[in-house]
Each structure stands twice: as structure tokens, then as C-alpha cells.
């Protein structure tokens, strides 16, 4: 529970600082390409198209996703998104 408080803290301080269209937040996880992966080798954003990635964010941010185990920590990294953030997000990182 405390790993997940510190991600929320963390995701609201940073969801509004954008580095190339993409949350600073997302690229301490993933890099700013997205092409890092974050404990699972299925989690590089930048292998997934951009409709996956903007379900999976929605998803993430309504609660009801939970791809790879990363529900909990997504979620806190989702849930300050805009929907114009998460297009951004698919529209740099997807392919």
C-alpha cells in the first residue's frame, strides 16, 4: 500500500510536465521513447499500437485494468490523465 501512495504522489507532481508529448512520469518507468520495460518485457509501450495503449491507459485509469500485475501502480499513474494526455501518449509512443 505504501509503494502505491508513493506512486500517486509521484504521478500527481509529475502529470503535468511533458517531455516530447509524454508525461515525465511515464518516462521514468518506461524512457522516453518508451521502449524500457518495467520488470515484465510485455510493458515497452512502444510495442503496442496506439489503440492498445490508449485502452490500456483508460483502462488502467478506470480501475479495471491489471495487464502484467500492474494494475495497482498503473492506476496512480493513469488516474491524473487527461484524455488529450493519453492520446498524446499513444499518438508518440504507438506504432
Known sequence: ????AIASVLALAFS???VAGVPASCNGCHGA???KNTMVPQSKPNTMTKAEIEES???YRAGTANHYGKGAMMVSF???LTDE???????TWGK
Open 85 to 91: 494526455q493519453i492520446t498524446e501518449i499513444a499518438e
Open 78 to 80: 493513469s488516474k491524473p
Open 57 to 59: 491507459l483508460k483502462g
Open 1 to 4: 500500500m505504501k509503494k502505491v
Open 33 to 35: 521513447d518508451g521502449s
Open 16 to 18: 503535468s510536465a511533458l
